[in-house]
Every structure is written in structure tokens, then in C-alpha cells.
């Protein structure tokens, strides 16, 4: 299945593979920053750790869409992808909780005492490693999207690309907090690291919603595919209706087609494998495409039943 270099599913596979060092990367990140923090506790390092974990899921999601996607070919398992999003989300709602309680912890403890939780500057040995590795992460995402031009890669790689910026950051909170002893500097490193976080934790978010909601309607690309169908099929066949659907990081499209009702079934066979060949040409991001013929007098009944006449009586009922 993997043999053929350059075809979509090998594409597929060779991007789950990135995926893997990249979660690898991020587990190294999670235990070199989780030791410090025994070692040093800090809320900006607390915080810090609290991205890395969301982060992992992030990637775990990443890689589990990719295997999924470059085994099953063009169908996708449904129930497989609820399972997965429900597990991302109870895990992100679990790690945010234990966030929370330990950030109250040390609210409490600065109202206490008023001095701050970054004593020394131990916890930059967490934050720069860390960007270092978010660093080499971004390196690799790019240099993989250039040769195997997966969207997921790219958009990893943006987001790695922020997560070196929110490391810098970090080491600079460190370093301001533990020079000045000023709480309100800790604090606002600490809100500053937290909107990373929520950025993270939006695009797990975004992706379940979807899911479950059966996805979003993309008009720009249902426009383009409409645009590219009427370039491409012959004159006789009307292009009715192209719904191009957005489920997590890929797309479904459904296009409805009126056909001449004498148009043999060998006919209507080798239209869909056209439509479908030249739809899944536009996006390796389109992962199924379910096309209706409907005959084209039957098309045109349907219209008129829908004229404002008959609405208007239909509603005097
Ligand atoms: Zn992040």
C-alpha cells in the first residue's frame, strides 16, 4: 500500500511519521520540564508544563488522524474519530483542571506571603530546553511540508513556530521575576504563557466540535469546486448543488448532478469516477466525495415545486 512514493497515502504515512518524532519530542519536553519544576517549583514553569501537556495531546491527535487516514484509503472511520475526540477532550478537561487547582494553590501562597514562587534560575534549564526542542520540532515540520505538502504538517509547524516565541517568553519571565522578586512581573509572565496555552487548547477544541456537529460548510471551496466541475464536465450535466463540508483537518464534499434521463448506468459510472477523481484532484485534504444524479426532468419538478405559489398555499393549510 505504501509502495508508490508520491502517492497520496504514502504522503500520508511519511507525514504520521514526523508525527511521531514530533510527539517524541514533546514527551522529552514534558519530562525534562516536569523534573526541573520538582526541583524548582514556579508558576511560570507550572504554566509552561501545563502547554507542553496540552500540546502532547495535540500532536498524539495529529499523528492518530494521520495513521488512520493514510490505512483506510478514502473511507473514514466515524466511529474510530468520536472515540478520539472524546478521549482529547476528557483529557484536555483533566489536564486543565489540575492546572487550576495548583495555580489556586500558589495564589493563595502569594496572598500569604507576597514574595514570589520563581526563587532562582534553575527553571530556564526547563524553558530554554524547551524551545529548543520546539525549535528543532519546527525545523523538521517545515522541511517535511515542503517534501510531502500534507496541510497538517504546515499547520504544526505555524503552530511550533509560536511555541519558540512562548519559550522565549518564559526564559524571559524567569529571568525578570527571579531578578526582581515582583509578584505582579510573575503574574503577568504567568497570564502572558496562558493565552499560549488557550491557543493550543482552541485548535483540540475546533477540531472535536466539528466532529460532532457534523462540520462546517466551506463556500469558498464549494464555490471552487462548482467552478471546476462546470469547467470540466460536459455542457449536458448540471451542477444542482456542491457541499463542501470541513470534519476536523479534512473535508467531505457531496455534489448533486442532473443527468438526461436517458443516460445509461455504464455512463453515470464513469461520471462519478471522473467527478470524484477530478474533486479529490483539487485537495489532498478531501477525503470522501458522494455524488447524486438526479434526471434532469425530475431536477426541474423539483424546482418549480418549490415556487412561491405553492409555498403560499401550502402554508394557508
Ligand atoms: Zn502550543
Redesign the pocket.
Known amino acids: 500500500m505504501h509502495t508508490k512514493p508520491s502517492s497520496l497515502s504514502w504522503r500520508l504515512y511519511r507525514a504520521s511519521r514526523v508525527f511521531v518524532i514530533t510527539t517524541l519530542l514533546s514527551l522529552i519536553g514534558i519530562l525534562v520540564e516536569l523534573s526541573i519544576f520538582v526541583l524548582a517549583s514556579s508558576v511560570i514553569l507550572l504554566t509552561d508544563l501545563f502547554?507542553w501537556a496540552?500540546?502532547t495531546v495535540l500532536e498524539v491527535v495529529f499523528l492518530i488522524t494521520l495513521v488512520l487516514a493514510s490505512k483506510t484509503g478514502r473511507r473514514f472511520p466515524w466511529s474510530t474519530i468520536i472515540i478520539e475526540s472524546s478521549l482529547t477532550t476528557l483529557s484536555c478537561i483533566i489536564i486543565l483542571g489540575v492546572y487550576f487547582y495548583m495555580f489556586t494553590g500558589y495564589l493563595f501562597s502569594f496572598m500569604e506571603s507576597a514574595s514570589v514562587s520563581t526563587q532562582n534560575y534553575i527553571p530556564l534549564v526547563a524553558t530554554i530546553t524547551g524551545g529548543v526542542l520546539t525549535l528543532l520540532a519546527y525545523i523538521t515540520l517545515t522541511r517535511s511540508y515542503k517534501r510531502y505538502r500534507i496541510e497538517l504538517l504546515r499547520v504544526d509547524s505555524i503552530?511550533a513556530l509560536?511555541?519558540v516565541v512562548?519559550a522565549v517568553i518564559a526564559s524571559l519571565g524567569v529571568v525578570l521575576t527571579a531578578y526582581t522578586r515582583n509578584t505582579a512581573i510573575e503574574l503577568l509572565f504567568t497570564f502572558i504563557l496562558m493565552l499560549?496555552?488557550f491557543?493550543?487548547m482552541m485548535e483540540v477544541f475546533r477540531n472535536n466540535i466539528k466532529t460532532f456537529t457534523g462540520g462546517q460548510l466551506d463556500a469558498v471551496l464549494s464555490m471552487e469546486i462548482r467552478e471546476k466541475l462546470e469547467e470540466e464536465i460536459s455542457r449536458g450535466i448540471n451542477v444542482v448543488n456542491v457541499e463542501a463540508r470541513k470534519l476536523g483537518s479534512f473535508y467531505v464534499v457531496s455534489v448533486e448532478l442532473a443527468v438526461d434521463p436517458d443516460t445509461t448506468v455504464l455512463q453515470i459510472h464513469r461520471l462519478r469516477k471522473r467527478v470524484v477523481k477530478v474533486i479529490t484532484g483539487m485537495s489532498e485534504l478531501i477525503y470522501h466525495v458522494d455524488v447524486k444524479f438526479n434526471p434532469k426532468y425530475k431536477w426541474e419538478e423539483k424546482r418549480n415545486r418549490k415556487t412561491p405559489l405553492h409555498l403560499k398555499k401550502h402554508y394557508k393549510k
Open positions: 502547554h496540552v500540546d503552530h509560536v511555541d512562548a499560549f496555552v491557543h493550543s
